[in-house]
Nanobody
Framework: QVQLVESGGGLVQAGGSLRLSCGAS????????MSWYRQTPGEKRELVAT???????DYAAGVKGRFTIARDNAKNTVYLQMNNLKAEDTAVYYC?????????WGQGTQVTVSS
């Protein structure tokens, strides 16, 4: 069983920045992809950003150019740098670790952007 622990959420004004961290209890190199998702009340969880073991990245259209996902394999940590935040970025952000056989989620961290 893998534990994923997110941190770095909080309250920020529109236009501000936050950096989320996701620490894993085992090597993140074991997973084909590490991702960040977000969810607002009553909505489906949506994919925000993904990074693969070889460093390829992909972003949701609404965050491209503002968010950056990165991984530090030595620290078993994945980051999400969020710049120029908007009110619509307000959500609970979840870390996900995915491989062919396993799929793990963190408990989430709240990000609130005030306009």
């Amino acid at each position: 069983q893998v534990q994923l622990v997110e941190s770095g959420g909080g309250l920020v004004q529109a236009g501000g920045s936050l950096r989320l961290s996701c620490g894993a209890s085992q090597s993140i190199s074991n997973f084909r992809a590490m991702s960040w998702y977000r969810q607002t009340p009553g909505e489906k969880r949506e994919l925000v950003a993904t990074i693969t073991t070889v460093g390829s990245t992909d972003y949701a259209a609404g965050v491209k150019g503002r968010f950056t996902i990165a991984r530090d394999n030595a620290k078993n940590t994945v980051y999400l740098q969020m710049n120029n935040l908007k009110a619509e970025d307000t959500a609970v952000y979840y870390c996900n670790a995915w491989s062919q056989f396993d799929d793990y989620w963190g408990q989430g961290t709240q990000v609130t952007v005030s306009s």
